[in-house]
Nanobody, 125 residues
Framework: QVQLVESGGGLVQAGGSLRLSCAASGRAFSSYAVGWFRQVPGKERDFVARISWSGGGTIYAVPVKGRFTITRDNAKNTVYLQMNSLKPEDTAVYFC??????????????????WGQGTQVTVSS
């Protein structure tokens, strides 16, 4: 079992920055990848970024590449999403997710079995 808690969301003007945190507990944190996703009402949950268990491998969705950076601190059981140059279209609820022991986690939401409650990010124009 894995429990995830996101924090750091809020209201920011376009061009600004936010850093989201995802604190994990339960299964050994350094044994699994973590993904970030976002969702707006009425739409599917979209992939944002993923980081490998070691932090050595990262992938990003095209809309955020070059603006967002995913990192992790295994000593603190926390994954971060640094979001720079924010745009109004980045407005969404952001979720972090972890796979169970039988999955590795990818860019597909279905490859993750544990989810946080989400944190709202609102970017004003």
């Amino acid at each position: 079992q894995v429990q995830l808690v996101e924090s750091g969301g809020g209201l920011v003007q376009a061009g600004g920055s936010l850093r989201l945190s995802c604190a994990a507990s339960g299964r050994a944190f350094s044994s699994y990848a973590v993904g970030w996703f976002r969702q707006v009402p009425g739409k599917e949950r979209d992939f944002v970024a993923r980081i490998s268990w070691s932090g050595g491998g990262t992938i990003y969705a095209v809309p955020v590449k070059g603006r967002f950076t995913i990192t992790r601190d295994n000593a603190k059981n926390t994954v971060y999403l640094q979001m720079n140059s924010l745009k109004p279209e980045d407005t969404a609820v952001y979720f972090c997710a972890a796979p169970d022991a039988y999955n590795s986690g990818s860019s597909s939401p279905s490859s993750y079995q544990y989810w946080g409650q989400g944190t709202q990010v609102t970017v004003s124009s």
